[in-house]
């Protein structure tokens, strides 16, 4: 059964895919396959984000903290300027933990067209601890901005766990974090022990974030948290967490490994899953290096109980 009104694939070759809609057009920023720049499309719908030709608007230096591996971009309008938030690393080589060397660093755009404007670097985005860091995404919610990212703890098994953080400004914390997630189930230490890509989405009484936990090959699945939107959200223990992932892996569909997503909305409010995915499974070598991770879109629906149904990933067609 096809749940998807849109072609599967969306757009080819683009991992951690973000969409933005601001001022009724659609923008787009993923990973690209050789980890080098960041690069934008624009259209008046969804649909036309396929054909839409992207404008690379930054390049990685040839040397210095951002000159490799850059992943997972997101484009944010705050406060009437443009800003992508991104991981880099200095380096492919791993550290001592057999892990990357990423850290989050942020792009500021004041001009009104982020794909023809001057864009800035603001540097890097500084946290508690110096440790790897990636896929931050930043939301307003009881009337503050909030920052939402995934880190390695110097004290706690794993890759990365899930923090937020008020901001003082688009590139600086104003609070300690608090940890809202850690692996602990086994969906969410398969290959490594993993709590990444956090995405925020709204509904109701609730603030949602799903976020995507394990390896990065068919083991990779979305997991989700929830608070109510009157309840402090630096208070963990407000924070609901569900035991079961959400969106997986379907074999009968052939469709291997869905996450890294954020949300949008169609122009008439329905919400969008906007995810990655591969078809097969047969990967040789480091599955970050295979390029076939897939933009794919999904409508989500939503249960009496108000909580919404991620459903399975649909598989290819036209």
């Not at 404008?55 to 300027?81: N, Q, T, Y």
């Not at 078809?279 to 909580?307: S, V």
């Amino acid at each position: 059964m096809n749940t998807s009104p849109w072609p599967n694939p969306f757009i080819e070759q683009r991992a951690d895919p973000f969409i933005l809609r601001h001022n009724d057009d659609y923008y787009f920023i993923a990973s690209v396959p050789e980890y080098d720049r960041l690069e934008i499309r624009r259209a008046p719908t969804l649909e036309g984000l396929r054909d839409a030709a992207p404008v690379v608007v930054w390049r990685k230096p040839a040397s210095g903290p951002m000159s490799e591996l850059i992943w997972a971009p997101e484009l944010h309008h705050i406060d009437g300027k443009w800003y992508i938030y991104y991981a880099a690393a200095a380096t492919k080589a791993l550290d001592a933990l057999n892990m990357f060397q990423h850290r989050m660093f942020v792009l500021e755009c004041a001009d009104a067209d982020p794909l023809t404007g001057r864009w800035t670097e603001k540097g890097q985005l500084v946290t508690p601890f110096d440790t790897f860091c990636l896929d931050a995404t930043t939301f307003l919610h009881q009337g503050k901005r909030w920052y939402l990212w995934a880190q390695k703890a110097p004290d706690i098994p794993g890759n990365s766990n899930i923090y937020l953080a008020e901001m003082a400004n688009p590139w600086t914390l104003k609070s300690a974090p608090v940890m809202l997630s850690k692996p602990e189930f086994a969906w969410e230490c398969r290959g490594f022990l993993v709590n990444e890509g956090p995405a925020v989405l709204t509904h109701g009484e609730r603030l949602f974030i799903s976020y995507s936990a394990s390896a990065t090959d068919e083991n990779y699945c979305l997991g989700l948290l929830w608070i109510d939107m009157a309840a402090d959200p630096m208070q963990p223990e407000n924070w609901h967490k569900a035991p079961q992932p959400v969106f997986t892996t379907s074999y009968e569909n052939r469709q291997y490994g869905p996450g890294h997503n954020s949300f949008t909305k169609t122009p008439d409010g329905q919400d969008v899953l906007v995810y990655h995915a591969r078809n097969y499974t047969e990967i040789e070598g480091d599955p970050l290096y295979d390029p076939n991770r897939h933009t794919r879109l999904k409508l989500i629906t939503w249960d009496a109980d108000g909580m919404p149904v991620f459903g399975t990933p649909p598989a290819d067609h036209p």
